[in-house]
């Protein structure tokens, strides 16, 4: 015998719209509104696939009459009104079904198809989370010098040192790394980089270069190299789009490595500065190979070798910014834009992805492997060793 409990079960395991058995009637089911506020427009075939995407995201089981009601809805708006025999009595769940479907009697299938569509957008809004963690203000570091958060499929990894305009410590290399590596396999659909405060970052924290192990510069210069090829390793191989939120200035690596990002969205306050030249150093992230490719070898050269700094609105026209926002509203602007881009269906997007990354991966880790060389080479110059002995001196702290 069918108990109420194993009803519900089979209800729960094939609400999937996928196989019509029979349907059976819930009592409140026409008590669900019909029209929820779709009035100006009508929805699209294409409205009606995210929908039906949208839902299968959902983390929280919805109840029976929702699902049912989403049942008779979805077929009615793809196959017309039910033209099915009755289910057996005995057969509670498909009876459910063909009850729910065919109380939509002749409701034309453009309607249902609206009420579908505005069914699962209220539920959908209505258990959304709060909007993506904000950057707190300069000053107020909540968590440690790294936060990473995710919400509404969005993985968020934020560089809060932001009275030290979030320059990047050798301990942030590779907590960054662990959380690219956590967020490759969360069920988030993009992950974000952004800084707190003031700046997006002021790429490597200099002072790094101060603190030198017994086996002495050459040693520093090695472990440097090795921590910085698996570093930029880890954004050639993320398998997810990488969207960089510039909130503020950016400088050195935190730049070079935008030319491996999927999405640059800048603040109009933005800047972006590699300033190579005068620290005696070369590119990294990549950037002696994306730069020239994506902004032409001449633009390329007056950013990477004689450390031009360009503001947003320059950045976007080279190519290495997305788009640009107003600072008052960029915050809001790329939050509500990034969490639309959520919606998406997830395989397809990683799909695109895929195929245009696949191509260029094996190119770009050699030129890493390379840029490393150079770079543990200039370590160990004059020229890179008196710049950060003046940053330092300048700032008192040798
Ligand atoms: C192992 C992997 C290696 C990867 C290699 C990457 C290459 C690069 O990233 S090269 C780029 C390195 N970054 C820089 O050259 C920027 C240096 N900083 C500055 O030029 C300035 O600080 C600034 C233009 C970013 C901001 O200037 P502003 O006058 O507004 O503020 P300051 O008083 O200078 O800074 C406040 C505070 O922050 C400290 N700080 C800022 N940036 C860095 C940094 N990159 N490294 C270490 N410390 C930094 C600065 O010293 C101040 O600290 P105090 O308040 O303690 O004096």
Redesign the pocket.
Same mark, same amino acid.
């Given at each position: 015998m069918t108990t109420m409990a194993q009803v519900i079960c089979g209800l729960a395991r094939r609400w999937c719209f996928g196989a019509l058995g029979s349907p059976l009637q819930v009592p409140c089911l026409q008590a669900l509104p019909l029209h929820l506020g779709r009035t100006a427009t009508r929805a699209s075939q294409r409205d009606l696939e995210n929908a039906v995407h949208q839902v299968k995201l959902w983390k929280k089981d919805p109840g029976n009459e929702v699902k049912l009601k989403l049942y008779a809805l979805y077929k009615q708006a793809t196959e017309g009104p039910c033209n099915l025999p009755k289910p057996d009595m005995m057969d509670l769940v498909n009876k459910a079904k063909w009850d729910a479907w065919s109380a939509l009697g002749s409701l034309p299938k453009e309607t249902a198809r609206e009420n579908y569509v505005d069914l699962v957008s209220s539920l959908s809004a209505a258990s959304e989370p709060p909007s993506p963690a904000k950057p707190a203000a300069d000053g107020e570091q909540a968590g440690g010098d790294l936060v990473v958060t995710s919400e509404n499929h969005i993985t968020t990894i934020t560089f809060n /040192?932001p009275?030290?305009?979030?320059?990047?410590t =050798?301990k942030m *290399?590779q907590d960054i790394m662990l959380a690219l590596q956590a967020a490759s396999k969360d069920d988030s659909v993009l992950t974000v980089l952004t800084g707190n405060g003031? *700046?997006y970052c002021?790429?490597?924290? $200099?002072?790094?270069f101060t603190d030198i192990p017994p086996g002495g510069p050459e040693e520093k210069a090695r472990?440097?190299?090795i !921590? $910085?090829r698996e @570093?930029v390793d880890c954004f050639i191989d993320f398998p997810k789009p990488l969207v960089a939120v510039v909130n503020g200035?950016a400088?050195?690596?935190?730049? =070079?490595l935008l030319g491996l990002f999927d999405l640059v969205y800048a603040s109009d306050r933005a800047t972006f500065? =590699?300033? @190579?030249g005068? $620290?005696g !150093?070369s590119p990294?992230?990549c950037s002696s190979y994306t730069f020239p490719k994506m902004m032409g070898p001449s633009k390329a050269a007056e950013m990477l070798i004689f450390g031009r700094k360009l503001t947003a609105q320059e950045a976007c026209a080279q190519g290495l910014v997305t788009e640009v926002f107003p600072d008052s509203t960029f915050q809001k602007e790329v939050w509500t834009r990034l969490r639309a881009y959520t919606k998406l269906p997830p395989n397809a997007v990683r799909t695109s992805r895929e195929v245009m990354r696949s191509k260029g991966r094996e190119r770009l880790h050699a030129v890493n492997a390379e840029e490393c060389g150079a $770079?543990q080479q200039r370590?160990l110059s004059e020229e890179c060793t008196s710049?950060v002995v003046r @940053? !330092?001196s /300048? /700032?008192?702290?040798l």
């Open positions: /040192r009275a030290k305009k979030n320059a990047i =050798t *290399y003031e *700046y002021s790429g490597n924290d $200099l002072t790094n472990t440097n190299a !921590l $910085l @570093f200035p400088v050195g690596i935190s730049v =070079t500065h =590699t300033p @190579f005068p $620290l !150093l990294e992230g $770079l370590w710049a @940053f !330092l /300048r /700032r008192g702290k």
